[in-house]
């Protein structure tokens, strides 16, 4: 299982061209929705695989040459924008259609033309926050005591209701209540250290 890591870290260390560990990294955080997200584009696992390798290569791209300005926008719309543009150009592919000619590069170019409100970008939004909160638990359940993280499970996950829970796990319910408390405010903890990037250092 791979150690946890901010977000920030993961890049400033994907600086360095050598550090395979950085990319690793990389792909293991955002390879899930970008993957998910193109397959509900309609994309073989084939072709949505491919379109995440080839989203994690440009991204890494654009990230070391500057592109990504966090005061512009999130570091989630910025993916999305390089995903959608390389999901395009896969269904294109598959559908032996023309491909039309790639980005030109600039740091613009990943942020003009997103379709903020379209079904599209709410597939993205809804993959990117699955994947977002399967890390946070992953970690959650690695520092927490097994009945928190179940009483959390069934209240927060399951809908049960506290009183329900209490009883299934045979612990009070105050200790559901405080378990529901201290997770929701972990996972925001874990969440801000997944989603809030620095600006690169040079």
């Known amino acids: 299982m791979i150690e946890w890591m901010t977000t920030t870290t993961i890049l400033e260390r994907l600086q360095d061209y050598g550090n395979e560990d950085a990319w690793s990294r990389l792909s293991a955080r955002f390879r899930r929705p970008i993957v998910g997200f193109a397959r509900r584009m309609g994309l073989s696992p084939a072709d949505a695989d491919d379109v995440a390798q080839d989203t994690l290569l440009t991204f890494a791209e654009r990230f070391r040459s500057g592109a990504f300005d966090p005061a512009r926008g999130r570091l989630s719309h910025w993916l999305f924008g390089i995903a959608y543009r390389q ?46 909160l399967e890390d946070c638990l992953q970690k959650i359940r690695q520092e927490s005591e097994p009945v928190t993280v179940r009483a959390f499970e069934l209240v927060v996950l399951d809908g049960k209701s506290s009183e329900a829970a209490a009883m299934e796990l045979g612990v009070p319910i105050k200790t559901v209540y405080n378990a529901k408390h201290r997770m929701l405010k972990r996972i925001r903890e874990l969440r801000a250290e997944l989603e809030n990037v620095s600006s690169p250092r040079r």
């Open 87 to 132: 999901a395009l150009r896969a269904r294109r592919r598959a559908a032996n259609k023309p491909v039309p000619p790639g980005d030109d590069g600039s740091a613009d170019s990943f942020w003009a033309n997103l379709p903020d409100n379209s079904p599209d970008s709410v597939a993205w939004d809804e993959e990117w926050e699955r994947a977002v």
